[in-house]
């Protein structure tokens, strides 16, 4: 069974800060992998897909890559800014569900 | 943008109710899914459905139950609720397509007194 880990599992940076956010997973057969962010008491939010073939996707402060021979991904947020506080979870697809880590949370700090 | 749906933000039942909590989605996407989200244990996977009247148990589908009659909704169903159901439920949604991405509903705090 896949499985999704994320570390650190907490991370505290004063803001303007560059920094990199981990998932890896276990099985390699994937489809795609999805980065979402979580505030508190709320559903996910969508961020970045990549898909299998890709090797990186920005959108613009953010960008995530996989390697997905290594069982790995990263996101990465430039110049962090107080509202990128939130739990930021990885979930990759092997064929129609979805599994996921726990998540980072990023406290930000003003 | 696609909209998933959720009936309710915060539901208070009582132990032995039987309770619904309704999600709706306006993409026309064929999967819909069920998760539990509780602290130190992620999400997890209670049914997920790919098509009308087809659903299929994830890992933790005890104590649940499922129901799509319709493409656009998909309902859970707590048949006896107990206190260790009280938990975040999140739906969410895709295209069929391997390739797609999930969407999700803003969550449904449950509460089992």
């Known amino acids: 069974k896949q499985e999704v880990t994320q570390i650190p599992a907490a991370l505290s940076v004063p803001e303007g800060e560059n920094l990199v956010l981990n998932c890896s997973f276990t099985d390699s057969a994937i489809y795609n992998l999805q980065w979402f962010r979580q505030d508190p008491g709320k559903g996910l939010t969508s961020l970045l897909l990549i898909q299998s073939s890709q090797r990186e996707q920005t959108s613009g402060r953010l960008n995530a890559s996989l390697d997905k021979s290594s069982g790995r991904s990263t996101l990465y947020i430039a110049a962090s800014q107080p509202g990128d506080s939130a739990t930021y979870l990885c979930a990759v697809r092997p064929v129609d569900q979805f599994y996921f880590g726990t998540g980072t949370s990023l406290t930000v700090i003003p | 943008d696609v909209k998933v749906t959720q009936s309710s933000r915060y539901l208070v039942k009582r132990t032995g109710e039987k309770v619904f909590l309704e999600c709706v989605q306006d993409?026309?996407?064929?999967?819909m899914f069920w998760y539990r989200q509780d602290p130190g244990l992620g999400l997890r996977l209670i049914y997920f459905?790919?098509?009308?009247?087809?659903?299929e148990k994830g890992d933790i589908p005890e104590g649940y139950s499922v129901s799509r009659e319709k493409k656009e909704r998909f309902s859970l169903i707590l048949e006896s609720a107990s206190t260790n159901q009280t938990s975040m439920y999140l739906c969410?949604?895709?295209?069929?397509?391997?390739?797609?991405?999930?969407?999700f509903g803003d969550g449904t705090r449950l509460s089992i007194l």
């Open positions: 993409m026309d996407h064929e999967n």
């Open positions: 969410a949604s895709s295209s069929r397509g391997p390739r797609e991405p999930q969407h």
């Open positions: 459905s790919y098509d009308v009247k087809m659903k």
